[in-house]
């Protein structure tokens, strides 16, 4: 593994070691910077949201930054029916996530930001975000407090970790696993191959 991916330095503008360990998956050993900046966005739509905040997250970290960095923020919300799910603020709140989870099919969004300093404070970037959707089996309330008493849910969008003992109520999904865990990793390398070496891929797809 290693802390600098093709000539650039990453940084994860993130204290979750699920994305830490995701970026590991890929032999990236990304330098942790977790961003303090308050999330707030003026949007509720979820796909903009999370990009807004990973865009906030991302350039807060990058403007310390030295020469030949690149940045990766990334912000994840869970959606039901239009409403958007953050972390869960405690155990009430939690059960009342994964109560409306229970039996349906809801969507998660990550956001993701890249930013490359490119020194004296100027920088090159780019945004995205992927959905996965995400059916669960209905759960009892017994079965939801549970759950809630592994402690497993207080740090996650929607008050759950697909990688954890949640899986065993996941009926299906469509869409990047790796995006319901944290960093949708396949988008993810192929966007920075293309920020670091813009017409590589396209290039490589004429020649074959």
């Known amino acids: 593994m290693t802390d600098n991916w093709k000539g650039w330095q990453i940084v994860l503008a993130s204290a979750s070691p699920r994305r830490k360990e995701l970026l590991e998956q890929i032999g ?120 809630i008493a592994t402690g497993e849910p207080m740090d996650k969008a929607g008050a759950y970790g697909i990688q954890g003992s949640f899986a065993a109520w996941i009926k299906g999904i469509r869409g990047d696993y790796t995006n319901v865990v944290g960093l949708p990793l396949g988008r993810l390398y192929h966007e920075m191959n293309h920020l670091v070496f813009p017409g590589e891929e396209e290039q490589e797809a004429d020649i074959k």
């Not at 349906?104 to 100027?122: D, F, I, N, R, S």
């Open 28 to 147: 990236i050993e990304p330098k942790i910077c977790p961003s303090k900046k308050e999330e707030s966005a003026e949007t509720q739509n979820p796909g903009e949201l999370v990009m807004e905040l990973a865009r906030a997250k991302a350039e807060d970290i990058a403007s310390a930054c030295p020469e030949g960095t690149m940045v990766i923020g990334a912000d994840t919300v869970v959606a039901l029916d239009g409403r958007v799910m953050g972390k869960p603020a405690d155990e009430q709140e939690a059960f009342r996530m994964l109560a409306s989870l229970s039996g349906k099919t809801h969507q998660v969004y990550t956001g993701v930001a890249l930013v490359l300093c490119l020194g004296e404070q100027k920088f090159h970037g780019s945004c995205f975000y992927e959905e996965t959707q995400v059916e669960v089996y209905p759960m009892k309330p017994e079965e939801i407090r549970s759950y």
